[in-house]
């Protein structure tokens, strides 16, 4: 095949070529796909590393399980559902170990996309895994509860409790940023 | 609360750098993918050599085994010495016709309890 061929291609082609073992239609849907998934689990965890790893491990169950795929125009949706089922797992191990540290709120460094991230990160990384999980698909994702408890298998009213519990322990922890959007308000 | 998202939230939200895209990452995932590919093979050719192994290892006794069986299983319960009347209960008058009656009695007894 053409180097550019699968570059080009739709991705429910390169996802019907990737489920019939094509080695390099699968490295197209990494590349296209690793950003978005990456940042899902940065959101979910506040840690850069942790959050590849666990995109490597979403990737690798792709591969294995992407034969069962039935819609291949769904792929989106159904690496989501691997990515969040990766980080529920993972929660269900790691949470004890969760929030730690950073209890005592975050101090704001600077006012741009990078510390944004970072500090978010430093916040999220508070919260217990489910409820990080639903504020990201919430605020990251954009979902509604409904769809929140559809994909993760939650109770819609545990959702709902996730995410309100989950925004005012980050309206908390981010406290500094409230205050300098105030005081930008104000000005 | 509805689907209402916290404003300043949101807004920090939109703001955040997203994971650059990584070249590396991609080289890893494959990488893990062609490793994996490589142990399952390797774990495979170890299966079939192990069954080789038994197999070489067990060919006579598992054929003592199965001759020892098949001579029991045949043996007469009872011994008729009338030539056509041998023939006629050969089926049940063996211990492998009385496992198989005893097996159908245990068969219609439990198709029976839940019915």
Redesign the interface.
């Known amino acids: 095949m053409p180097a550019g061929y699968y570059a080009e291609g739709p991705e429910a082609l390169v996802v019907s070529l990737a489920s019939k073992g094509d080695r390099d239609a699968f490295a197209e849907l990494v590349r296209r796909r690793q950003s978005w998934i990456r940042t899902l689990m940065l959101r979910c965890s506040g840690d850069a590393h942790l959050a590849d790893d666990l995109s490597q491990q979403v990737f690798m169950q792709a591969w294995r399980k992407i034969r069962q795929i039935k819609e291949v125009d769904k792929f989106g949706s159904w690496l989501k559902q691997l990515a969040i089922n990766e980080w529920l797992q993972h929660a269900r191990k790691n949470d004890a170990l969760r929030g730690a540290e950073g209890e005592e709120g975050i101090t704001m460094s600077q006012h741009d996309k990078t510390s944004i991230a970072m500090d978010l990160g430093n916040a999220m990384a508070v919260l217990p895994g489910p409820v990080s999980l639903c504020i990201a698909l919430s605020y990251h994702e954009r979902m509604t509860h409904d769809e929140i408890a559809e994909l993760t298998g939650m109770q819609l009213g545990t959702v709902k409790s996730h995410v309100r519990r989950g925004s005012k322990r980050l309206r908390e922890l981010l406290s500094a940023y409230d205050e300098t959007t105030e005081l930008e308000d104000a000005s | 609360?509805?689907?209402d998202?916290?404003p300043?939230?949101?807004?920090?939200?939109a703001?955040?750098?997203?994971?650059?895209?990584?070249d590396k990452?991609?080289a890893?995932?494959?990488a893990?993918?062609d490793k994996?590919h490589r142990n399952v093979f390797i774990g495979r050719i170890a299966i079939v050599a192990l069954l080789v192994m038994f197999e070489l290892m067990m060919a006579s006794p598992m054929q003592n085994f199965v001759g020892t069986i098949a001579e029991v299983m045949s043996t007469a319960l009872v011994e008729v010495t009338n030539e056509w009347l041998s023939v006629a209960v050969a089926p049940v008058n063996s211990v492998a016709g009385l496992m198989g009656l005893l097996l159908l009695g245990l068969h219609t007894l439990f198709r029976r309890m839940h019915r």
């Open positions: 609360m509805n689907n998202r916290d300043l939230l949101e807004s920090l939200f703001q955040a750098e997203s994971a650059p895209a990584n990452f991609i890893e995932v494959m893990n993918i994996r």
